[in-house]
């Protein structure tokens, strides 16, 4: 069983791989201020899912490697969370990143 701290320190090293993929000018739109100034703790209370325009640098912004990076950061977040293994977190991210191909 993961602990807590170990589930961050993944979630922080997959997101640091991320990013450090991303050219200048994405770092912006991808990477927000932390909830201590007053419009990004807004921000974060008010988010919601719904399928419209929430801001932010998407998925058909990115290159392939960056595409990649950023599911493994969502691998990481579905196998701590969930409590699945990784191979299963992998094959639906996978069919994920199937859809999104079909989509361009």
């Known amino acids: 069983m993961t602990t807590p701290r170990q589930t961050a320190a993944k979630m922080a090293e997959a997101a640091q791989a991320w990013l450090e993929r991303l050219e200048d000018e994405q ?17 974060r209370r008010r988010w919601f899912y ?17 595409q990649r990076a ?4 969502v691998v990481e977040l579905a196998t701590r969370i969930s409590g699945l293994n990784a191979t299963n977190s992998l094959a639906k991210v996978s069919a994920s990143g199937a859809l999104l191909a079909v989509q361009r």
């Open 70 to 73: 950023a599911m493994t950061l």
């Open 50 to 66: 719904t399928p419209t325009d929430h801001g932010g640098l998407t998925v058909h912004q990115q290159r392939p490697a960056q």
């Open 27 to 43: 770092r912006p739109a991808a990477q927000w201020a932390g909830p201590a100034d007053e419009v990004s703790e807004a921000e």
